[in-house]
């Protein structure tokens, strides 16, 4: 899919306002037709990213290229994107089709040429027989549909989403999370969505760029994201997360109050010498009960959370010196096992599904 | 990348990025330069000239602070400092007063026929500032209905003055309190019940520090009125002199400009200082509005509305008091010889003053004003608001904008005539013409116009401008089909308050009018002058009529255009 040349490049790019730097040093590639999702706790800069991107807030340093040519300074107008924003800025007091037609009149088409055109885009996003009505007369989902069709309708180059779809609920979300992808997908035009919601970025993009403090923490692909996270802070915002901390004890043992554990090499992320501080993490689907040949513990079960199809369960053990551990079992299991607070059992992990930083970028 | 690794990394370019600027920004930059020189023309150049009028003599020498000098060796004219400060102070006081406790009965209270009150309460913002004097003699002067009320004292001085000035300003000290009042958050009110305050504690803990702004806002406002009006002492302040009035007297009565452009300097001072202070109040106001405040919703109580609607009717008969006694002195025949009805107070042509033409004179102002006043005024705001790039001339845009709020209307009548009779300026022609005085009304009420629009222009969808560019729309298309339709109702406001007030104001345009272009307000203040006070109520009274029927014509047609432009509005 990706051809030599990206179709955007961010080259150290720096955004202050007065004194603070909401962005430091962003350099990052998206490649034509790719679908890319900024990830990010709230405030840590993705919409000024976007902002940046689209010239609408221009960055204070740093450059910016698509499609080979050199954008940094250009004004919003004279670049070549369409925009969805959180709030929709649907035009209220024009019609759906109106709204729609709104960019397409500029282009000096013939009037048949935008007419064809808008019924083409409302049929798109399956919206026409809602065309003479006005935006307030729509739901949530309805005006994002419009939104979306009224910044491809000029067929932009990039396609920008700032929260698309934060403001819908639970339902209507997981439905046009699905539409947005397939959208995306048939026109083939890169996009690039800001999301504070993992599960979206997950099941959306192609690539994840996680955010964090006007920095960027990760970029990859949402099974490297979420299997391979390269800080403890992707690790910790991802998914859930046990963190241990204990000191290196040899070539590939780290121990963590009484108890050594055996690691894999090639997962460690940490590049400490023997005896330093460091952190171990793996995921609480990843513990297995039971006996195994490598890192068994001894462990009780100090409370569980049901949380529907698994069940979460809070564990500790001598071994550990008091830090606890959060391991998920399936319902199925949890009554096969009998598992209630105070439970005695063994659990192992899983050498492949342990993961080791630094203690230091511990946050 | 780890966060180690990261902040190791140096950047290698630290040129700082400066946006290029789009064919729209820069037309967009030259429609606000075009306002702004319209605005430096019609405000900063006729300051200037009456800032360095007060340095020279009459041959046009500068002689320095001689001026000033001679002004401060003259107790005559200093005592009206003195005079100004007490009016201004006194009716501040009373009508904050007042109108705190009436916008209070009027959104904390369950009373009856709270519409009509408000409706009554704004009456006076519709007639010129001279009416009340006018009618203040029909009930307390020589022959007055009322007169033994006052128990001796003389109307014509300081209590006429003040009771004009509370009339005359109640109007806008209560749309500012209603204003703090009704974004005050109920959910404090709900706390302070559910922790079992007493009434009384609540009040003095809860609703005057979450109003304290619009006190304080609403106090300068009333005290700015108050020290630079001068139709009511001009109709009974009798030998009371005050700067407003001196200002007139220097310039009419003995010709001398240049003490006129000291004394002007001299009221410039508090009015410009009770600006600034309003103006941070406000922006403190602002502040507290933006938090997310919940709706009070109050609940009946018998002795609280009985109260409230006890004071409302109080200060809505005083009002109506004042409006019908002009009414009346209008329609008789001859005040207290012959009561019998008549209509030839409305014969005007038989008076000096300018007759009839003068109040269709005054019609062709408003309208003008109204309709080039809101093109001027919304353009230039949209233009500041939403333009990109060139924030110094954005902010020097604001502060011309915001200026004609400090200067009182006499200063900048007269500084208009420094600046246009000035034989050797080019705009010299307008002198003296129906252009001059469009112009001078827009400057005067310039700023509260500007105010309105941008506060429109702020609730609009801010990413609007930021879609339209994307989509390659030129500026100019989205404000004719997005903002303009949106903002309709603001842009109704701004034209029918530039109407109303051109229809009522005298201090600047009394210095401006030319033989074809006597107004109706000045109407009112000349046939005063020469004694004919019945026909000046007729007059008064006319401009009443004017502003009603423009309010109901007004009302009327916006509900008509916002049915049809803006169904959207309606689910
Ligand atoms: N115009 C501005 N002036 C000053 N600071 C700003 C401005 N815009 C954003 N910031 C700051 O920059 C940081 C990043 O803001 P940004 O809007 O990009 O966050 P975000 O990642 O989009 O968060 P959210 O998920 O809440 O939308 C924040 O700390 C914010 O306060
Ligand atoms: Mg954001």
Request: aromatic share 10%; charged share 15%.
């Amino acid at each position: 899919m990706r051809s030599a040349d990206p179709y955007l490049r961010i080259q150290n790019l720096t955004k202050k306002f007065g004194e603070f730097t909401a962005l430091s040093d962003i350099s990052l590639e998206i490649f034509e037709g790719e679908f890319v999702c900024f990830l990010g706790p709230s405030g840590c800069g993705k919409t000024t990213l976007l902002r940046a991107i689209a010239g609408l807030d221009i960055q204070t340093f740093g450059e910016i290229e698509q499609n080979g040519k050199d954008i940094s300074s250009l004004p919003p107008a004279e670049r070549d994107f369409g925009i969805v924003f959180q709030s929709y800025a649907l035009f209220p007091n024009l019609t759906i089709q109106r709204n729609i037609a709104f960019g397409l009149e500029n282009l000096k088409k013939p009037k048949t040429e935008v007419e064809s055109r808008v019924v083409e885009l409302l049929e798109l996003v399956g919206l026409s027989d809602q065309k003479d009505k006005y935006p307030a007369q729509l739901s949530g989902g309805q005006q994002q549909r419009v939104a979306l069709a009224r910044a491809i309708a000029i067929s932009p180059g990039l396609l920008l989403l700032d929260e698309p779809l934060s403001a819908l609920d639970a339902k209507v979300r997981g439905k046009l999370r699905h539409e947005i992808k397939d959208l995306q997908n048939r026109l083939g035009i890169t996009t690039i969505m800001v999301t504070h919601d993992q599960e979206e970025a997950l099941t959306m993009a192609d690539r994840i760029v996680v955010i964090n403090e006007g920095i960027i923490e990760q970029v990859g692909t949402p099974q490297e994201i979420y299997n391979a996270p390269e800080t403890t802070f992707v690790a910790d915002f991802i998914g859930s997360m046990n963190f241990l901390s204990g000191v290196r004890a040899g070539e590939n043992r780290i121990e963590v109050g009484e108890q050594v554990f055996t690691i894999d090499n090639a997962l460690w992320k940490a590049d400490s010498e023997q005896n330093h501080d460091v952190v171990i993490a793996i995921r609480p689907e990843d513990i297995v009960v039971g006996a195994a040949s490598e890192n068994c513990i001894d462990a009780s079960v100090d409370s569980v959370e049901f949380l529907g199809p698994f069940v979460r369960a809070e564990l500790s053990s001598p071994a550990l010196s008091g830090q606890s551990i959060q391991a998920d079992f399936s319902a199925n299991r949890v009554r096969s096992e009998q598992l209630e607070v105070g439970s005695k059992l063994q659990i192992s992990l899983p050498v492949n599904s342990i993961r080791m930083f630094n203690r230091a970028s511990r946050v | 990348m780890a966060i180690a690794e990261s902040t190791n990394q140096v950047s290698t370019n630290w040129k700082e990025v400066k946006s290029r600027s789009s064919r729209d920004d820069r037309q967009m930059l030259v429609f606000m330069g075009i306002i702004a020189c319209y605005l430096v023309v019609a405000l900063a150049f006729p300051l200037y000239a009456i800032l360095s009028k007060s340095f020279e003599n009459n041959d046009g020498a500068f002689i320095g602070l001689a001026n000033y000098i001679e002004y401060f060796k003259t107790p005559a004219l200093t005592y009206s400092i003195q005079n100004s400060l007490f009016i201004a102070s006194i009716t501040t006081l009373i009508v904050v007063s007042v109108a705190f406790l009436f916008a209070y009965g009027l959104s904390r209270s369950c009373m009856r026929f709270k519409s009509g009150f408000r409706v009554i309460a704004l009456v006076p913002i519709l007639v010129p500032s001279l009416l009340p004097g006018i009618a203040l003699v029909y009930l307390f002067g020589r022959q007055g209905m009322l007169k033994e009320l006052l128990f001796g004292h003389d109307i014509y001085g300081p209590i006429g003055i003040i009771i004009s000035e509370v009339f005359f300003t109640l109007p806008h000290a209560l749309i500012i309190i209603m204003t703090a009042l009704s974004i005050a958050d109920a959910r404090l009110y709900e706390s302070a019940e559910s922790l079992n305050s007493s009434k009384l504690r609540t009040f003095f803990t809860v609703t005057i520090p979450g109003a304290r702004y619009g006190l304080i806002s609403a106090a300068f406002v009333v005290f700015t009125l108050t020290i630079t009006d001068f139709g009511a002492p001009k109709v009974i302040g009798g030998d009371f002199n005050v700067l407003a009035t001196d200002i007139y007297k220097q310039v009419i009565g003995q010709q001398n400009f240049e003490m006129g452009a000291v004394v002007s300097m001299i009221l410039l001072l508090p009015a410009g200082i009770a600006f600034f202070v309003d103006r941070i109040m406000q922006r403190k106001q602002v502040a507290l509005l933006s938090a997310r405040a919940v709706a009070f919703d109050p609940k009946p109580s018998r002795v609280f509305d009985w109260a409230m609607f006890g004071w409302a009717s109080v200060v809505s008969v005083f009002i109506l008091t004042i409006l019908l006694t002009c009414q009346y002195a209008a329609i008789i025949k001859f005040y207290p010889y012959d009561l019998s009805f008549s209509l030839n107070n409305f014969d005007f042509d038989r008076m000096d003053g300018g007759g009839w033409t003068s109040f269709f004179n005054s019609l062709k102002l408003a309208s003008w004003t109204a309709v080039v006043g809101t093109v001027i005024v919304f353009f230039g705001a949209y233009m500041v608001e939403k333009g990109r790039g060139f924030n110094a001339g954005r902010g020097v845009f604001q502060f011309l904008a915001m200026l004609p709020m400090a200067v009182p209307g006499l200063v900048l009548g007269l500084a208009y005539i420094f600046f246009f009779n000035d034989p050797d300026n080019p705009l010299n022609f307008l002198y003296h013409t129906m252009a001059i005085l469009v112009i001078s009304t827009i400057t005067h009420f310039y700023t509260v116009a500007h105010l309105t629009a941008v506060t429109a222009l702020k609730q609009m969808d801010k990413e609007f401008e930021s879609v339209a560019a994307s989509l390659k729309a030129p500026f100019y298309k989205t404000f004719m089909r997005v903002t303009v339709p949106v903002s309709l109702p603001a842009i109704l406001d701004i034209s029918i308050y530039l109407f109303v007030n051109a229809m009522t104001t005298v201090s600047a345009v009394v210095f401006l009018y030319g033989p074809h272009t006597a107004l109706a307000s000045v109407a009112v203040l000349n046939m005063d002058d020469a004694g004919d006070i019945a026909p000046a109520a007729a007059m008064g009274m006319m401009i009443f009529y004017a502003n009603v029927t423009v309010k109901i014509l007004h009302s009327l047609i916006s509900k008509g255009i916002l049915k049809r432009t803006q169904a959207w509005r309606y689910r």
